[in-house]
């Protein structure tokens, strides 16, 4: 796992003082990667982040440097600058290939030039380069990028900062040299010394109208200050300082997260194309009927056990197909598929009916998974999926777990999006430095829904909204209207309608002629057999002015993401003109930027060689081979030697051991709540009339779940509903039952 270095990380590894080989037969050069400071600036649901990072070139020679970061899928990155003794370079967008070309030319007569551009194979991952950096001279590089936040289960607005850019598998089919992408002048890139420890600064302000009841974290303090009318928070990392050794994340908490949000963002009336025109942000939570919920599924767990899943990812893992395993409903059919460098089905023959038996199969398994099959070979196990046709009757649905380490991802996105129309993706990234590219664009083109899960005591709650998610039937006919006036002229963007999950964030953008008034819009579709229809009032609109242009450049984003999973004809000669006109880099576009006014560095570019420096592992000074990881090799004899246990034994104070003893058809027996509750069982036998003792015993579970777990009831909802379901097949009165197990429970 690499920490951000020369802002990321980079092709060949740059070590500290301590930890290099100095016997090694390699010429050193020394730099000062002096502070990298990040500005956050969120408003509603939206944010901005400027990452600056100051350098120095101590040594006697003009340096090529040239490095990698990460930054998530859907961030529109769309400025970058960089300041040496204090001249500004400005990088404009531009079609990649003509790019390249005027950098090479630049670098090669002389001049300082800068280069940014997305990563040829994945969206997540930025490549830039600052050529011919002056011996002696200062470089502050200064990139910017707009990012949508999600309102989450747990109701919090999640802003994450992609720190860290763990090594990615490379499948065989792929030749290394296609994701490197350097464009140095020298072939032979030479080991840079950072020699000092540097600052990472994170400052953070929360704007935009909304009341903050509070602002957290996953795993760091935060100094928040909240004004007096709770509208606007100033955030900073605590006196500790930040360490770069997992994703930077924010947790904002709005007094009423889930009220319909719609904000109308000015146009450039000197622009062109989708910036001249009024884009329009709504926010929504649209609401399904009840009887959307299906128990006709065929449900595929598609699980990673490659080596880089070792250790918490490996567990956060087991502890999601556990919860998964017990919320299936009775009358599903489902499999494991456990993957690595080859897969393996738990069901050889296909899927099979969710029984008591193949529960305990499963279970089985789920004991005994661990980190240990090598690489990441994530596409043939969805190849195999596909290769037969999904059960009649059954809806398909895949659950893939992962940590998302791997190159080929447009290669499994095609694949996915192919088979959209039968089978639903749906994803959970696990771990810091998962790929975004994967997760959310696997379910994006199986038009499924994703979760980041960054550490386990989050893990239930986004388990089980997913789990909501996958039972609910496949939104049908949607349409988004508008009423205007005058009427015409109104553009979705993306031109398709979004996919729908009742109860989660939508988000959608509309572009909207600057004269038109929007009066109205509604949202409706069929699910299974049953209408819905959610209306939103055009007085709700607030209008903004944003010399940024944010909200336009996101929409840009959102198109071009999904452009990159459409098989359509000409979609790179589209996104080309899209990027230009918003300034928005895609996989054809690049921002290049050269110093024209500065004397060219005293070399004769025919003779010349510059030095190529590429860095990563600053921090920490690990030393990460990158290459090395296409075999993803990993020692499990570490594994093997120690066996360990998944849950607690204290069931009374874990909900996960609670859940871990929940049968396939959502009952608990009496031997369960003697566990749980700590209860005689004479007791407890004896305490009320009943139709069937494990219903009776059910119910006792379930009111000590709304007793100790009552806080927690999104997580347990479903397996609630589960036991119900037992309890009144066996003919028992499921509220009488349970007023008289909290009867007991208060009573001892």
């Known amino acids: 796992m690499a920490p951000w270095g020369l802002i990321g990380q980079a092709q060949v590894a740059v070590?500290?003082?301590?930890?290099?080989?100095?016997?090694?037969?390699?010429?050193?050069?020394?730099?000062?990667?002096?502070?990298?400071d990040i500005n956050v600036t969120v408003r509603g649901f939206v944010a901005r982040v400027e990452a600056s990072l100051t350098y120095h070139n101590a040594t006697t020679n003009a340096l090529e440097l040239e490095f990698r970061m990460p930054v998530d899928e859907g961030a529109a990155v769309y400025k970058f600058e960089a300041v040496i003794d204090g001249r500004k370079i400005s990088a404009k967008c531009m079609e990649k290939k003509k790019a390249e070309q005027i950098y090479k030319d630049a670098v090669q007569s002389g001049h300082t030039a800068v280069l940014a551009r997305e990563d040829a194979l994945t969206a997540d991952v930025f490549h830039l380069a600052l050529g011919n950096l002056p011996e002696g001279s200062q470089a502050e590089l200064q990139l910017s990028m707009m990012m949508e936040l999600k309102v989450k289960t747990d109701g919090a607005v999640s802003f994450t900062l992609p720190t860290v850019l763990n090594p990615r598998?490379?499948?065989?089919?792929?030749?290394?040299?296609?994701?490197?992408?350097?464009?140095?002048?020298?072939?032979?890139?030479?080991?840079?010394?950072v020699s000092e420890a540097y600052t990472f600064g994170i400052k953070a302000k929360v704007r935009g109208g909304h009341i903050i009841a509070r602002v957290t974290s996953h795993h760091d303090s935060l100094n928040v200050k909240l004004s007096d009318d709770s509208m606007s928070a100033e955030v900073t990392q605590d006196s500790g300082g930040f360490k770069p050794d997992h994703d930077w994340s924010m947790l904002i908490y709005y007094a009423n997260p889930y009220k319909t949000h719609i904000i109308r963002e000015s146009g450039e009336r000197a622009g062109t194309g989708l910036m001249k025109d009024d884009l329009v942000m709504v926010n929504l939570h649209p609401e399904f009927p009840e009887e959307s919920y299906s128990h006709r599924n065929e449900i595929l767990f598609v699980v990673d056990r490659s080596g880089s899943m070792e250790g918490d990812c490996i567990q956060s893992a087991c502890a999601t197909l556990l919860l998964f395993l017990k919320s299936l409903p009775t009358g599903c059919y489902f499999n494991v598929i456990s993957f690595g460098s080859t897969y393996s089905l738990l069901f050889p023959d296909g899927s099979q009916e969710y029984t008591e038996e193949t529960l305990k199969k499963a279970l089985e398994l789920h004991g005994t998974i661990k980190a240990d099959m090598g690489g990441t070979e994530i596409l043939q196990p969805i190849k195999h999926v596909y290769s037969t046709p999904p059960k009649p009757g059954y809806a398909r649905q895949i659950i893939l777990l992962t940590d998302g380490q791997v190159f080929n991802v447009d290669q499994v996105k095609e694949l996915v999006s192919c088979h959209a129309h039968e089978t639903r993706v749906f994803a959970v990234g696990i771990g810091n430095g998962a790929s975004t590219a994967l997760v959310y664009g696997l379910a994006r083109a199986g038009r499924g829904r994703a979760e980041m899960v960054y550490q386990q005591d989050k893990l239930q709650l986004k388990v089980m909204g997913l789990v909501r998610s996958m039972l609910q039937e496949s939104a049908q006919d949607v349409k988004i209207s508008f009423e205007v006036d005058p009427p015409g002229g109104i553009k979705l963007i993306p031109k398709n309608p979004p996919i729908i999950f009742g109860g989660q964030h939508l988000i959608m953008y509309v572009r909207v002629p600057t004269s038109t008034e929007v009066k109205n819009i509604t949202v409706s579709g069929i699910v299974g057999c049953a209408e819905f229809k959610n209306c939103y009032n055009g007085s709700d609109i607030v209008t903004i002015h944003d010399e940024e242009k944010t909200l336009h450049r996101l929409a840009a984003r959102a198109q071009i993401n999904e452009w990159q999973i459409a098989n359509e004809e000409d979609v790179a000669e589209d996104m080309i003109t899209l990027s230009l006109a918003t300034g928005v880099v895609c996989r054809w576009t690049a921002l290049v930027g050269v110093d024209l006014d500065m004397k060219p560095v005293g070399h004769n570019p025919e003779t010349t060689e510059f030095t190529s420096m590429v860095s990563r592992d600053l921090c920490l000074g690990a030393s990460l081979n990158f290459e090395a990881d296409t075999v993803d090799e990993v020692d499990t004899g570490k594994e093997a030697e120690s066996e360990k246990e998944h849950y607690p034994v204290d069931y009374g104070k874990n909900l996960m051991a609670v859940v871990s003893l929940q049968k396939f058809d959502g009952s608990w027996t009496l031997e369960d709540v003697v566990k749980v509750t700590s209860l005689p069982h004479s007791l407890l036998a004896g305490a009320t009339t009943y139709k069937n003792e494990t219903s009776w015993a059910t119910s006792v579970v379930l009111a000590f779940l709304e007793m100790k777990y009552s806080a927690e009831k999104d997580e347990w909802g479903l397996l609630a509903n589960k036991a119900r379901m037992f309890i009144a097949r066996c003919g028992d009165d499921v509220e009488v039952l349970m007023e008289a197990a909290r009867k007991v429970l208060a009573e001892n």
């Open 169 to 193: 598998y490379c499948p065989l089919d792929i030749s290394p040299s296609q994701h490197t992408e350097s464009v140095a002048q020298t072939g032979n890139p030479e080991t840079v010394i």
């Open 15 to 36: 070590v500290s003082e301590e930890t290099y080989n100095w016997s090694r037969p390699c010429e050193v050069h020394v730099v000062t990667l002096k502070a990298v």
